[in-house]
């Protein structure tokens, strides 16, 4: 197993070598470049000038110089500065925009698995209830809910129609206006704080949430009817186990096999961000990160965001491939 | 029940925000961007983003501003530089150039946030830095035409050679604290001192933009770094939410009555999402829109208008932001010749074909006016009197026959071109994913047809579209018919959009390989005689021949009809009841900012005093 994991990070590396490459290669081949806006703005600027502002933002080497100079770089942990903020790339995606992503999607994350799983469960054990066809009703409409609408429509309805309809004030979007700062120079109490950033985070969690729970709880419950009807557990209850052992100590175990796959190559996509929630409720992560810095070409913030993603996609990849083997004895890593 | 109640204390605390307004003195503004920087890029070196230059009208106030009406005021200076009270001379250079020389005095009783006097020094600072080697500004022959001489420490002279009448509009010059930058500086200059401005280029821009982001970023200003001007500093930048900005007790400026009857704290709300910032409009959570936020049909939607009578007023403010056509008349390009775009007549054809007011009822409920020439009609250089075209296709039609062109066996036109028989098919390019562009483009293409002439739609995303190697390349063919964008006038209008040369300084305009495809001219016209008065007009200092002299240029343009116009733009300000002097007019703070008057901005209900009225300089959007 050990070694099976050393021999899966080194080959890792090409594959990151190659992915950072293509990423480098499509972000310097879109069209235009970081002086267009300037171009169409100042009819004064002169070529000379223009010429002079390309070398200021070296833009005037060829792809290939330009992504060594990066890559030289990107080694020694230099993953250059942000064209628009002005700050350093590395500690623009990593140290601001990043945590943000994963208390917004983690938590995200966390309220989906843990109401997906018992619901799946439950709506498996009960097949054909009424329950069961008001959950798989629920989870088909959240399937096909477009999380830019279910989005705006639970804002409408906690920042305009409660607030009008019962007085009570709005659902806060967006980040809170406070810093940690705040609770230690007394201005606000610890639990003030924690509630306010929980006020501002219900919904973009709740969109989140509903629908990712959607999705998981139809693999939940459809791996579970798989288990559940095969032949080691006739087995386990022809001998008389109770219910109760039946489904968690046999079936669970292994229909939960799947799921782990799922969750573990989902993680990546968690910290890319949601873009679409993290727009309608002005929340800056990662996701807007990358959707930002395409748009304005910032390059450096750009490139330090996807090659992230890249290695954190080969990494999970690898860690649910080593989960397997152990929620699966059949396993083995050699 | 207790639960509910903890719930309900959590939503107040965090939703602070929607209490915000005349109650507590304060002003929430909803804005759809954030500024990357704040004040220590004062060259906008990092940013040049119009929600910057926004907010730090309320930080670091112009010398001069630009008031509503499109003129002049003083904020800093004793007294605006005149002809008439000799601290403006025009003086002639010989070869039609001018030198300008403006001679200014700061007032005495300008202080920085932190108490400093704001004096000449802060200027030279401002120029030093601006005029450092490889510094990579903006607008570079700004830079090279300006000089700065300091006579003590409140008096100072400005001068620009060759001088353009845009060198008058606003401020000459900028200014920042050197007493809080200049060791900084300092520093840059040791480090910077072996390089070379040529060779060494990236590094340059590399430790400039560490030097102003070390004054302007984020943490930078949360950190207190950097002291301010206005009648506003910054007290708290959550970034990516709120910027707070307090009253700044060391401003010089009393607005009538006194400061306290006034705002005293601005909360900026940055709502990317368009729709999500008009929620939060209608939840109340926002008492004013910034300049950058909904769009104007947002504004005109049903939710807000019927939740508006008592709470909002809506405005729709004109804009200068020009929709056109551009044509490739690039005689070179095999296609514009089989055509005949070079031909005034195929373009006043095309123009007539277009029921344009029915479009703009349609589409804008004629909030957005039909333009005739590509000046706004509420610049000062604008022409009324000029050729118009009305919808007539039968006209359309005529000019076009006499140009050789018979309806085809399809109903398209054609016509018989170096022994070539040429159908009416022209290329039409526009940037994909606008919807109005999109459907506009569709009415336009219908419109057409009925005279006989088939459009091909190429679209593209705007990122190609304005990609200089296309947009600016229609002499290599790379578009060969026509392409509807929009183009962002100033008051400083200089004509440049269509001239072939700068007679004044050599510069060409026509993108060219000669002049590595610069200029805004990108359908190639060129007339001798627009060059020539546009020589004149732009060195002309008296307001009234300048504007006779830009008159016969729009009478010139309009005849020969190089683009198609079509519109121009209106942007929607959105404001609660009874906030006063929060005016948005066109060219107010240069560019239709609504806090161009930032100490005035208040409520009526706190006592501050109405100065202006908002309906002199925008339409009001009915509320039912």
Redesign the interface.
């Known amino acids: 197993m050990f070694a099976y994991t050393i021999r899966r990070l080194v080959q890792m590396i090409p594959l990151l070598f190659a992915a950072s490459v293509v990423i480098f290669a499509l972000l310097a081949l879109?069209?235009?470049d970081p002086l267009?806006?300037?171009?169409?703005?100042?009819?004064?600027?002169?070529?000379e000038?223009?010429?002079?502002?390309r070398?200021?933002?070296?833009l005037d080497q060829p792809i290939y110089v330009r992504y060594f100079k990066w890559l030289g770089r990107a080694l020694q942990g230099d993953l250059g500065?942000s064209?628009?903020?002005?700050?350093k790339a590395a500690e623009f995606v990593f140290g601001?925009r990043l945590p943000?992503t994963l208390l917004l999607s983690g938590l995200a994350f966390a309220v989906a698995l843990l109401i997906a799983i018992p619901v799946g469960i439950f709506s498996a054990v009960r097949q054909y209830s009424t329950a069961d066809y008001a959950i798989t009703f629920m989870t088909f409409i959240g399937f096909s809910t477009p999380v830019f609408f279910l989005g705006?429509i639970l804002?409408?309805l906690f920042?305009?129609v409660v607030?009008e309809r019962t007085g009570?004030?709005?659902?806060?979007?967006?980040?809170?206006?406070?810093?940690w700062s705040d609770v230690t120079t007394g201005s606000i109490s610890f639990f003030?704080f924690i509630?306010?950033w929980?006020?501002?985070l219900i919904l973009p969690v709740m969109t989140l949430a509903l629908i990712q729970m959607a999705s998981w709880t139809r693999y939940m419950r459809a791996s579970l009817l798989e288990v559940l009807n095969q032949d080691f557990i006739r087995t386990a209850r022809a001998k008389g186990l109770a219910e109760r052992k039946v489904l968690y100590k046999h079936a669970l175990r292994n229909a939960l096999i799947p799921i782990v796959t799922l969750v573990g190559l989902a993680v990546p996509g968690v910290l890319g961000g949601a873009i679409i929630t993290e727009?309608?409720?002005?929340?800056?992560g990662m996701g807007?990160t990358i959707f930002e810095s395409l748009l304005a070409k910032d390059y450096n913030v750009a490139m330090a965001a996807l090659a992230m993603l890249a290695v954190l996609t080969a990494l999970f990849n690898l860690i649910a491939d080593l989960l397997y083997a152990v929620v699966d004895p059949r396993i083995r890593y050699s | 029940m207790k639960y509910l109640s903890k719930l309900?204390?959590?939503?107040?605390?965090?939703?602070g925000?929607?209490?915000a307004g005349p109650q507590d003195n304060t002003l929430v503004v909803g804005a759809s961007q954030e500024p990357?920087?704040l004040g220590g890029?004062f060259l906008s070196i990092?940013?040049?983003q119009s929600i910057k230059a926004e907010v730090e009208n309320y930080l670091l106030v112009p010398m001069i501003g630009i008031d509503a009406d499109s003129k002049n005021f003083p904020i800093m200076v004793t007294e605006l530089p005149t002809l008439a009270n000799r601290r403006l001379r025009s003086v002639d250079i010989g070869g039609g150039k001018r030198r300008l020389e403006m001679d200014l005095t700061l007032r005495s009783d300008l202080k920085w946030s932190d108490g400093t006097p704001i004096t000449t020094d802060d200027i030279a600072f401002f120029n030093e830095v601006g005029n450092a080697k490889?510094m990579?500004v903006?607008?570079?022959?700004v830079w090279e035409r300006r000089k700065l001489i300091v006579k003590d420490k409140l008096n100072f002279t400005v001068t620009f050679e060759p001088a353009f009448y845009t060198d008058t509009i606003g401020a000459p010059i900028g200014y920042a604290p050197a007493h809080v930058m200049r060791p900084e500086w300092q520093k840059v200059l040791a480090q910077t001192q072996n390089l070379d401005a040529?060779r060494d280029?990236?590094r340059?821009?590399?430790i400039y933009?560490?030097f102003?982001?070390a004054f302007?970023?984020n943490r930078a200003i949360?950190q207190g770094k950097m002291v301010w001007s206005g009648p506003f500093r910054v007290t708290?930048w959550?970034?990516?939410?709120?910027i707070?900005l307090t009253r700044n007790p060391n401003f010089w400026i009393t607005p009538p009555g006194g400061a306290d009857k006034y705002v005293q704290r601005v909360?900026y709300?940055?709502?990317?999402?368009t729709?999500?910032l008009l929620?939060?409009i209608?939840?109340?959570?926002v008492d004013a829109t910034s300049r950058v936020s909904i769009t104007l049909d947002q504004a005109r939607s049903p939710q807000l208008t019927s939740r508006a009578p008592g709470r909002y007023d809506i405005w729709s403010v004109p804009g200068a932001v020009w929709e056109h056509i551009d044509v490739n008349k690039f005689t070179n390009v095999e296609r514009v010749k089989e055509l005949g775009l070079d031909d005034k007549r195929t373009r006043q054809a095309l123009l007539h074909a277009l029921d344009r007011d029915s479009w703009v009822k349609a589409f804008f409920e004629g909030f957005e006016p039909v333009s005739h020439t590509w000046v706004a009609p509420v610049n000062p250089l604008f022409n009324d009197k000029v050729r118009r075209y009305e919808y007539n296709p039968d006209k359309a039609k005529a000019l076009l026959a006499e140009m050789g062109w018979r309806p085809g066996p399809d109903g398209i036109l054609q016509r018989t071109v170096g022994g070539k028989t040429v159908r009416f098919e022209i290329e039409f390019v526009t940037t994909s994913g606008n919807a109005i562009r999109e459907r506009t483009q569709q009415l336009f293409a219908e419109q057409w047809k009925r005279i006989g002439v088939a459009v091909k739609i190429n679209n593209a995303?705007s990122?190609?579209v304005?990609?200089?190697?296309?947009l600016?390349r229609a002499v290599e063919g790379t578009w060969t018919g026509m392409t509807m964008f929009a183009?962002?006038s100033s008051l400083a209008e200089?004509g440049?959009?269509f001239k072939y040369k700068d007679l004044n300084t050599g510069?060409t305009?026509i993108p060219t390989a000669e002049?590595?495809?610069?200029?805004?001219n990108i359908g190639g016209w060129r007339n001798d005689e627009y060059d020539r008065l546009a020589a004149q007009a732009v060195v002309e200092f008296d307001p009234e021949k300048r504007a006779e002299l830009f008159a016969r240029m729009q009478v010139i343009w309009a005849e020969e009809l190089p683009a198609l116009p079509l519109r121009f733009r209106a942007d929607p300000l959105i404001t609660k009841k009874g906030l006063v002097n929060y005016l948005g007019a066109t060219y107010s703070g240069g560019n239709n900012y609504p806090n161009w008057l930032p100490w005035a901005i208040g409520w009526t209900a706190r006592g501050a005093q109405k100065l202006f009225d908002q309906a002199k300089y925008a339409t009001a959007i009915s509320t039912k």
Request: no cysteine.
């Open positions: 879109q069209p235009g267009d806006e300037l171009r169409q703005n100042n009819p004064n600027l002169t070529a000038q223009l010429e002079q502002l070398k200021a933002y070296g500065q064209r628009s903020y002005g700050v601001e943000r705006i804002l409408y920042t305009v607030p009570l004030p709005a659902l806060p979007t967006g980040l809170p206006s406070l810093f003030g509630g306010t929980a006020s501002h727009n309608i409720f002005s929340y800056p807007r | 309900a204390t959590v939503w107040i605390v965090g939703a925000l929607a209490f990357t920087v890029d990092i940013s040049n490889g990579p903006l607008n570079p022959d040529k280029a990236a340059l821009s590399e933009r560490s102003f982001q302007g970023s949360n708290r959550a970034a990516g939410s709120t707070e909360t709300r940055i709502i990317q999402n729709n999500s929620v939060a209608l939840g109340g959570g995303p990122a190609v304005f990609d200089a190697k296309y600016n183009w962002v200089l440049n959009l510069a305009f002049n590595n495809f610069t200029g805004q």
